[in-house]
């Protein structure tokens, strides 16, 4: 047991915890942050994606110790009111389906479009490694784009003449 | 107090009579005059609800419990629009919210309408949609009466739009009226509009309600749940179903950090529910497997405790099967006597003297769903009474393992359901939260949220079906079928659908068929995964006809159009829609190949019914054999549809995972227990894999039906591909999944 403090979301925390706990479970079970979600616990599928020091980190496979003196910014965190434009375009163009992954999408692709605001697809499918069980990629690429600034986006990806 | 009119079986049997074809048809209940006589309530509603279903706060929020859980595919925001259709409130008004299954056990029909009303779908069932209007239209009229009755007017001067009510220059809001409108009850049900003046249902393409909640990380999943003094577990079962616990060491980890206690998970020890239970699914797939639990307060205490412990198991029987070949084989020793039992025979398949016979064998492995949410739940046992949180697919069968395994009388079991992270079947049968209940059962008092591994949940599955068909043909001299024989032999959940009503046995246009089924039962678990068994019977039969198309020479799009015949016009129109925005016919380069497959789910054997579905698949193979699915041109007929964007994100969501499916997934038997546990062994297609995909709705028939879609694309994608691969390759493909084919070529 170690006491460690943490900065999430621009507030200090600080926590009586094993070091080697990883970041996930911190958040988790130690704080109650439950929007950071698990899906696999090794790096897999990026469900627990969260900015350290405004980089996009799985933070399953972080230790919370590492994160001590850094910046870390978690989905509840993401935009003050919810209204970061990609978590707007993922209401408006009903990008999730049951939604668990989506989180970690939304935290990688504000990662991507911070390090590089206009990619093009190709760029998106590299940048994006995400699992998403449900299948929402086509409209994940989409609200990307259109964030982007390609007002095509819609149309060309998310569900053909729908 | 409150008088609900609507009595659910009164008003079932009501509508029965004025409906007429109320079983495919909405539009007859509008064209009646009048409507269903006032019924004393059955099922009043409680404080300010208008009914159970519908309560409207003063500030006018619109809240709809909702029978179905959320599981991604919009279930729960189409019921509400059913609702809101007819309750002429404004979109923006209306919230969701899960029933309490318990006051259905105290008041039976409270909630319970239409096939599986308690499960994650059917929102647009024939009964359930048209009764969850009436809800809406029967409130509308008591909110109208109710302003009527503070205005001084009759309530048919009254107008009721967007969340207001209107009298001339008057206004108030529903909410302003709600607690007056709760006590009203009409002397006559009111009825519905007409579908040509619905401005929600056909018209407008809202999101899931829940997607606000989901992209700020405060929607609540079952994982997510939190409560005062909640404690965590982890846990093991078996590794070979069907094994036991030998012994476990306890003593070995009680010291470790934040440890509270280690408890067996023993089958014989569920206690059985006091009343005869009514569950939806039965309860013989819900049982324990033999494991243990640790408990500790943080998950991650618990779980390396659980690493740590040092456990003996007796693995029974499965240990038998080393090897899915050793499995294989066995199915295709079965498959190869034909002496299943004939499930259609028509005409005489040895009358044939065909100039070509066409055979073939296919096989489909045991999947995982693999939803992202590993499978969890919180229960707390306290004074006779349990309390659940669950992300269930179906409340129903969660409510009955609920008290089945705690015993406990019905009243005094509540199911909260929460958020969903993906079904897909999986989340049906309620084994899951049993594992639950057992451990809570044990540390009674506080909270215990059990949660499964990523490998746990892989490996403790209710997988798809292992699936053997071979098939027979015929073939005349013109290359079409004369007879067709074909087995399928099924290791685990046994459905026929798609197989048995495959459209070429069934549409009459082959004179002699024999289908039959034989089983090869194993110590593995199965259950539902989405589009169950269909999912496989559609790969084996139109691999098959495609296999049929090949060896006459013909053209595989003009070989199913020919054999479709006069068939219910919409498998034409589909099959058509779709090739030809594929560009079907179109020279294609070395190492592209286009495939075509199509069917029917639930009701590929009646005419105007279920889903119909059609895919082309476009892929490129690489000369070293590398597989990339480039483009799905997807056509469908559901009659109609609800909800345009609902309906397309089904399919394209189920697009990517028959593409998994079809492509990727193989669970391995190894002295039986499954091999693979997480993500790296068992690979997920990702964004990079993705084809553009196209969804066509120029097939829609415009039928009055609005047939369910979840499942039906998950049928011919695979079948598509394979057969795309063999116009690219010249190389069959019989088996799933594809990426251990070799298929290099050049
Ligand atoms: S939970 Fe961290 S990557 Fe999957
Ligand atoms: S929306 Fe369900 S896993 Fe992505």
Not at chain 2, 106 to 123: C, D, E, K, W
Not at chain 2, 418 to 434: E, K, N, P
Not at chain 2, 518 to 541: D, E, M
Not at chain 2, 546 to 574: Q, T
Request: aromatic share 8%.
């Amino acid at each position: 047991m170690k006491t460690i403090s943490l900065t999430i979301n621009g507030k200090a925390h600080s926590l009586e915890i094993d070091p080697a706990t990883p970041l996930l479970w911190a958040l988790r079970d130690h704080l109650g942050m439950t929007g950071t979600k698990f899906g696999c616990g090794i790096a897999q599928c990026g469900a627990c994606t969260v900015h350290l020091d405004g980089v996009a980190m799985r933070s399953c496979s972080v230790p919370v110790e590492y994160a001590e003196g850094k910046q870390l910014t978690t989905i509840e965190g993401l935009s003050e009111s919810g209204d970061h434009r990609l978590q707007q375009l993922w209401v408006e163009m009903n990008v999730p389906q049951c939604g668990y992954c989506q989180a970690g999408m939304l935290m990688a692709a504000a990662d991507l479009l911070q390090r590089n605001p206009t990619p093009s697809g190709e760029e998106v499918d590299a940048a994006m490694t995400n699992i998403c069980r449900c299948g929402t990629y086509p409209r994940i690429r989409a609200a990307i784009l259109r964030a982007a600034g390609d007002p095509q986006a819609v149309v060309r990806y998310a569900g053909g003449e729908a | 107090m409150s008088d609900v009119v609507l009595n659910r079986r009164r008003f079932l049997v009501s509508s029965g009579l004025f409906a007429g074809g109320m079983a495919l048809s909405l539009s007859p209940l509008a064209a009646v005059p009048g409507g269903v006589a006032a019924q004393p309530a059955k099922v009043p509603g409680e404080g300010d609800e208008l009914d159970p279903w519908i309560v409207i706060r003063p500030d006018n929020r619109v809240i709809v419990r909702v029978p179905c859980p959320e599981i991604g595919n919009g279930a729960a925001t189409q019921t509400a629009m059913n609702v809101a259709e007819e309750l002429q409130c404004a979109w923006e008004q209306v919230e969701v919210e899960f029933c309490d299954f318990t006051r259905e056990w105290r008041q039976p029909g409270t909630y319970a309408v239409g096939l599986q009303p308690f499960f994650g779908g059917h929102s647009t069932d024939h009964e359930r949609m048209p009764y969850t209007m009436q809800l809406g239209a029967s409130a509308r009229e008591r909110l109208k009466a109710a302003a009527a009755a503070r205005w001084q007017v009759a309530a048919s001067e009254v107008e009721a739009r967007g969340g207001e009510l209107r009298h001339g220059d008057k206004r108030l809001s529903f909410g302003e009226v709600a607690a007056e409108a709760a006590a009203i009850a009409l002397a006559q049900e009111p009825a519905l509009k007409s579908p040509g003046d619905w401005w929600l249902i056909g018209k407008a393409t809202p999101h899931k309600l829940h997607l606000p909640q989901v992209v700020t990380g405060s929607a609540v999943y079952g994982i997510d749940v939190k409560l005062p003094g909640m404690v965590h577990a982890a846990l093991k079962q078996s590794p070979v179903h069907g094994g036991r616990v030998k012994h476990f060491d306890s003593a070995a980890v009680m010291d470790m950090p934040g440890v509270r206690a280690v408890v067996e998970i023993d089958p014989r020890k569920s206690v059985g529910s006091p009343v005869e239970t009514q569950s939806t699914f039965g309860l013989e797939d819900s049982q324990l497997r033999s494991g243990v639990a640790v408990i500790a307060d943080h998950y991650w205490q618990a779980k390396n405790a659980l690493d740590a412990l040092p456990i003996e198991w007796d693995d029974r029987l499965g240990a038998f099967w080393k090897s899915n070949e050793q499995i294989y084989a066995k199915q295709e020793e079965i498959l190869q006597r034909w002496q299943g039992k004939a499930i259609t025979r028509k005409g005489d398949i040895y009358s044939v003297e065909p100039a070509q016979t066409v055979e073939a064998t296919y096989r489909t492995p045991y999947c995982e769903h693999v939803a992202m949410e590993p499978l969890n739940g919180t229960a707390l046992v306290s004074d006779g009474r349990l309390e659940v949180w669950h992300s269930s697919q179906d409340m129903q069968q969660a409510f009955w393992v609920a008290v089945d395994e705690s015993g406990f009388m019905p009243e005094n079991v509540r199911v909260h359901q929460t958020q969903v992270g993906g079904g897909f079947g999986r989340r049906t049968m309620g084994d899951d939260l049993r594992v639950v209940v057992a451990v809570a059962r044990q540390y009674p008092g506080v909270p215990v949220k059990v949660i499964w591994s990523r490998e746990e949940t892989t490996r403790q599955g209710l997988y798809r079906t292992l699936l053997g068909a071979s098939y027979r043909a015929g073939l005349d001299r013109k290359g079409m079928p004369e007879s067709l024989e074909a087995e399928t032999c099924f290791s685990g959940l046994q459905l026929n659908l798609g197989f048995v009503d495959n459209i070429y046995a069934s549409n009459g246009e082959i004179e002699n068929v024999r289908l039959a089924v034989s089983k090869f039962p194993l110590h593995i678990g199965t259950g539902a995964y989405r589009a169950p068994c269909y999912n496989s019977h559609v790969f084996t039969v139109e691999t098959f006809i495609d296999e049929c198309a090949a060896a006459a020479g013909i053209d595989a799009y003009d070989y199913r159009h020919k054999l479709l015949g006069s068939w219910d016009k919409s498998w034409r129109k589909c099959l058509q829609v779709a090739a030809e925005k594929a560009g079907w016919g179109e020279p294609l380069p070395r190492g592209q190949g286009l495939g075509i497959a199509i069917s029917n789910w639930p009701a590929a054997g009646e005419k105007n019914a279920g889903t119909t579905v059609c895919a082309v698949a476009r892929v490129e193979v690489s000369p070293a054999g590398e597989v990339r699915v480039r483009q799905i041109d997807m056509s469908f007929d559901s009659g109609r549809v609800a909800n345009r964007d609902a309906v397309s994100a089904q399919l394209e969501g189920g697009i990517v995972f028959a593409m998994n499916m079809t492509l990727n997934e193989e669970l391995t038997i190894r002295d039986g227990a499954i091999v693979e546990g997480n993500y790296h062994e068992y690979p997920v297609l990702r964004m990079a894999d993705m084809p553009q995909i196209n969804i066509h709705f120029d097939a829609l028939s415009g039928h009055e039906r609005f047939a369910i879609i979840g499942e039906a694309p998950v049928g011919p994608v695979g079948p598509a591909i394979g057969n795309a691969i063999f116009q690219a390759t010249g190389k069959r493909l019989r088996s799933m999944p594809f990426r251990k084919h070799d298929l290099s070529w050049g």
